[in-house]
């Protein structure tokens, strides 16, 4: 397997698993990386807000592994939004870190795609 195919099966099928845990947070709370400011800003409850978040990355993992290139990019640039949602939260910058990290292996999967 060579590199772009293992970073395409890497960010095709991690944001599904995470998206789907959205619905059971079997692998974590995924409502304590919401900010009190920020869940106060949204229309509904941060668990509503998570399914919607669910939904958005199978969606994206999907689409990397049907369309790589404009998936990548789109999981990239959703990896740079959360990591800078923790930021400025103050909280959870380990997991930002990470997140950047992740994002930067994404737009390599972007550029490596034909």
């Avoid at 995470?18 to 106060?40: M, P, R, V």
């Avoid at 409850?45 to 049907?66: C, H, N, P, R, Y």
């Avoid at 998936?71 to 740079?80: D, F, K, N, S, T």
Wanted: aromatic residues 10%; glycine residues 6%; charged residues 15%.
């Amino acid at each position: 397997m060579n590199e772009q195919t293992l970073l395409k099966y890497t960010f095709g099928l991690v944001p599904i698993v995470a998206g789907l845990d959205k619905f059971t947070n079997i692998l974590a709370d995924w409502s304590q990386y919401l900010s009190s400011g920020f869940q106060e800003l949204l229309p509904c409850d941060a668990s509503t807000f998570m399914i919607i978040v669910g939904i958005i990355e199978i969606a994206a993992g999907i689409l990397v592994l049907i369309k790589t290139k404009i998936g990548a990019i789109i999981v990239a640039l959703w990896l740079m939004l959360i990591a800078l949602t923790l930021i400025f939260s103050g909280h959870y910058l380990d997991v930002a870190v990470r997140d950047l990290v992740m994002a930067i292996a994404a737009y390599v999967l972007f550029k490596l795609s034909k």
